[in-house]
């Protein structure tokens, strides 16, 4: 299956023709399995750690961009059968071999702007548990600051911006925002973590069940050219990332998941972004047999 055919243009960017792709050698990187809080399931993180941030409070969260309201804790959807609060699940986070499904309009945007800076291929599948109006933020400092700890002394701090990119559509140029991190409150769970409005990016009824391929790019200078791009770009992630309905297509999904390899998960994943973006951009339940 093609996704993104490049056609005979041989100056068309790809992902060989891209400065600094990372290229650790993941073919030989374990699949870390590790047991979800709620629903008992297991993770599948495979050449990625799992976050220090929110981990006391019970959150598998990768070292990778993430998307959730402003405090990952508020606004969950109640489950009136046990009694619980859902809390976010990421049940599949992957670094890529390489770029090849990544869009043309990505791969193009990178190029022309001459970006050399390594460039960290990823897949995520993550859940919304927020009531539908909740509105979700770009939560980048999971991948800008990979070594924060749930309690951290003083304060750091690093910009960020984001280029988003829904199938059949537009780039959406999200400005550049300062993410800080600051000391926590003593006994608290988690640091303080401020992040402008400008990484507000929609609702979680516009996103549940949806996929977007994202840009994220750091930078530790605030520093912004005449077009609105951060300057001496330190880090960028380019990926995929589904957001999963709750319910049945959560549980067909994490069933889809079982006893695959790292391989044969790698080689379901342009199935399972083709069965989002077919489907107008909307979860499909069908990708047991993929």
């Keep these: 299956m093609i996704l993104f055919d490049n056609g005979d243009d041989k100056s068309s960017p790809t992902s060989e023709n891209i400065v600094g792709l990372h290229e650790n ?21 495979w050449g990625v750690q ?33 009694g619980d609060d859902y809390i ?44 539908s109006e909740t509105e979700v933020i770009c939560r980048y400092q999971y991948c800008l600051f990979p070594d924060a700890m749930s309690e951290m002394m ?9 280029i988003i990119y829904e199938h059949g559509k537009d780039l959406i140029n999200i400005p550049p925002t300062s993410i ?8 608290a769970l988690s640091p303080t973590i401020l992040c402008g409005n400008s990484m507000k990016f929609d609702t979680v009824l516009n ?10 790019l750091g930078s530790n200078f605030d520093a912004v050219d005449h077009s609105g791009l951060l300057m001496e770009i330190s880090q960028i992630f380019i990926g995929f990332t589904c957001f999963i309905p709750d319910g049945d ?33 909307h979860w499909s339940s069908k990708v047991n047999d993929k």
């Design 25 to 45: 050698n993941l073919i030989d990187a374990p699949l870390a399995l590790m047991p979800q809080i709620i629903d008992k399931y297991e993770t599948r993180f």
């Design 50 to 82: 799992q976050s220090e941030l929110y981990k006391p409070a019970g959150m598998i969260i990768p070292k990778l961009p993430m998307y959730h309201p402003y405090h990952p804790f508020k606004n969950v959807t109640h489950d009136h059968d046990d």
């Design 88 to 131: 976010l699940q990421v049940p599949l986070a992957i670094i890529l071999p390489n770029a090849d499904l990544v869009p043309q309009p990505l791969l193009k945007f990178i190029t022309e702007k001459n970006i050399d800076t390594t460039l960290t291929p990823f897949f995520i599948a993550q859940t919304l548990p927020y009531e």
């Design 154 to 162: 003083g304060h750091q701090s690093i910009w960020a911006q984001s």
């Design 180 to 187: 800080k991190i600051y000391e926590s409150v003593k006994n």
């Design 207 to 216: 996103l549940r069940g949806k996929g977007i391929w994202s840009i994220v």
């Design 249 to 281: 297509a959560y549980n067909e999904f994490l069933l889809s998941l079982k006893n695959k390899s790292p391989a044969e998960i790698i080689a379901y994943i342009p199935s399972l972004i083709h069965d989002v973006q077919v489907n107008t951009g």
